[in-house]
């Protein structure tokens, strides 16, 4: 297997846009790469979209950003859309992230999966690539009820410590979410214990990837 690194394409910082369609989203599916990434590359510039969220939520959102992005160079973008009416709301997501790319040109988006079963999820998952034509695209994965993880190709290990400061994280940074049932430890771990074991790691995040230039 063929490791590639994420480093920037010059000697500017890596820069990093993460979109969610709810608070936790992005920590859910990829907190533990962010946290991996800000570690490795001091500075980073990282921009945070989210598309939803109450004002409790948005305040927790916020917080866990500057937590899960540690030395970066942080800008968070929070927006008040209906939660579970983002396809009600096309226009209005595409503007926000036809805005978006407008003034900021990542080396890297981490964003939903196309085939995820949450409308919302599928709703930003179809217009990333609208939106960014010229930038590696990593599609997260969120466990859920419904039972949609897929078939990921691509892979971010992580180490033990890492996979915990990434749980830990997630439940000092959005107590409004430990009342959940799916919510939690076991749940978190064991979908990175599972990527881990595809790609010969302990634990792992997984993305998939649909377009990928090699140099």
């Not at 096309?90 to 407008?102: C, M, N, P, S, T």
């Amino acid at each position: 297997m063929i490791t590639l690194r994420l480093d920037p394409p010059t000697d500017a910082p890596l820069s990093v846009l993460a979109i969610g369609a709810h608070p936790d989203d992005i920590e859910i599916a990829a907190g533990g790469t962010l946290l991996s990434l800000a570690g490795r590359h001091p500075g980073m510039r990282v921009r945070y979209v989210l598309l939803t969220g109450t004002p409790e939520r948005a305040q927790e959102a916020r917080a866990a950003a500057r937590a899960f992005t540690p030395g970066a160079d942080l800008e968070v973008e929070l927006h008040d859309l209906a939660e579970g009416r983002l396809p009600a709301v096309y226009g209005q997501v595409k503007e926000i992230l036809e805005d978006v790319a407008r003034r900021f040109r990542p080396d890297v988006i981490l964003a939903p999966f196309a085939g995820d079963a949450h409308q919302d999820h599928r709703t930003v998952a179809e217009l990333v690539p609208t939106a960014f034509r010229d930038q590696l695209y990593l599609a997260y994965e969120i466990p859920k009820w419904d039972g949609d993880v897929t078939r990921p190709n691509t892979y971010f290990p992580l180490t033990d410590e890492l996979a915990r400061q990434k749980v830990e994280l997630l439940g000092k940074c959005y107590p409004s979410q430990q009342g959940r049932d799916w919510w939690g430890e076991e749940t978190f771990l064991a979908l990175a214990r599972l990527r881990g074991m595809e790609c010969r790691a302990h634990y792992a995040e997984a993305f998939t990837c649909s377009k990928l230039t090699i140099s």
